[in-house]
């Protein structure tokens, strides 16, 4: 008899990833942890747009798909085309953001990691001084890791929020409703945790016996994890890729026992 599809747990947001949804050799539950709210900006935000239309920033920062696909929804009701902005150094998140950015005409500069560590690495970044002036397209509530470094440096930052982030009402039943299908000891359901607000609404669940494989989204999520469940099974993934996830998943089951307690993170 063949041997059970693995079990992953997609977590994101419900109208997020669908390719994730597609991945063939697992059993997909979803349960997202998150929902997104769109909010409408400020006069003074829509100052900042307009500045950034007329070149007035020495680089763009988009920390997340939401805030990219607002802020160019916004661009096409004021008919704002790519050809008639000034060349802005654009620095996305990740893949999935800078897909967003490239299909409506921008050049994007990605870092080798999707978090704000991985942005700080960028020289673009790096080389920002004093005087410098960065526009963040952001959520209310993200990290600041990347915004108070740089204000640390004397670069001005101006951030537009264009979006916010709350737990689903129905997170408990639904957890409730998937509890039955998730497998006990010694088998591992595999889970994405794609921010440390997933991390605190998935740990508020009552989880009973089933054990988890965490598919952290870097290596400040993964610590983040250890710091709360010292013998869990964590990997480490640099992008929400269907081929990050799917191989993070199969090292995990070629493995005896996936990671023992107190091993390093991988």
Same mark, same amino acid.
């Given at each position: ?16 990833g ?40 020495? /680089?763009l &920062? @988009?920390? *997340?798909? !939401?805030?990219?696909?607002? %802020?160019?929804?916004? =661009? ?12 802005t ?7 999935a ?7 409506y005409?921008?050049?994007v ?19 920002l ?5 960065v ?19 004397g ?6 929020e264009w ?10 039943d ?9 497998p006990?000891?010694?088998?591992h /359901?595999? &889970? @994405?945790? *794609?921010? !440390?607000?997933a991390?605190? %609404?998935?740990?508020? =669940? ?19 994890i250890?710091?709360h ?9 640099d992008?929400l ?8 998943i ?17």
């Amino acid at each position: 008899m063949p041997a059970p599809l693995p079990i992953l747990i997609n977590t994101r947001p419900i109208h997020r990833g669908d390719a994730i949804r597609q991945m063939t050799g697992v059993m997909m539950v979803d349960l997202p942890l998150l929902e997104i709210r769109s909010l409408s900006i400020s006069e003074c935000e829509q100052a900042m747009m307009m500045q950034f239309c007329q070149g007035a920033y020495d /680089a763009l &920062v @988009i920390t *997340s798909v !939401e805030s990219a696909r607002r %802020a160019l929804d916004y =661009l096409r009701s004021h008919q704002v085309n790519v050809p008639t902005l000034p060349n802005t150094p654009i620095i996305a998140v990740g893949t999935a953001t800078a897909q967003v950015m490239q299909a409506y005409g921008f050049d994007v500069i990605l870092p080798q990691t999707a978090n704000n560590e991985g942005m700080l690495t960028l020289p673009q970044i790096k080389s920002l001084t004093a005087h410098d002036r960065v526009l963040i397209w952001r959520g209310v509530g993200g990290r600041r890791l990347l915004h108070d470094t740089l204000t640390a440096k004397g670069v001005h930052i101006d951030a537009i929020e264009w979006y916010e982030r709350t737990t689903p009402s129905d997170l408990y039943d639904n957890f409730s409703a998937i509890l039955p299908t998730l497998p006990t000891t010694p088998s591992h /359901a595999h &889970v @994405i945790i *794609s921010s !440390e607000m997933a991390y605190q %609404a998935w740990a508020s =669940l009552p989880h009973a016996e089933t054990r988890y494989h965490y598919l952290a989204l870097g290596e400040r999520l993964a610590r983040i994890i250890r710091t709360h469940e010292p013998s869990a099974a964590i990997s480490m993934i640099d992008d929400l890729s269907v081929q990050a996830i799917g191989r993070a998943i199969s090292i995990a089951q070629m493995q005896t026992q996936i990671i023992k307690p107190h091993s390093p993170i991988h």
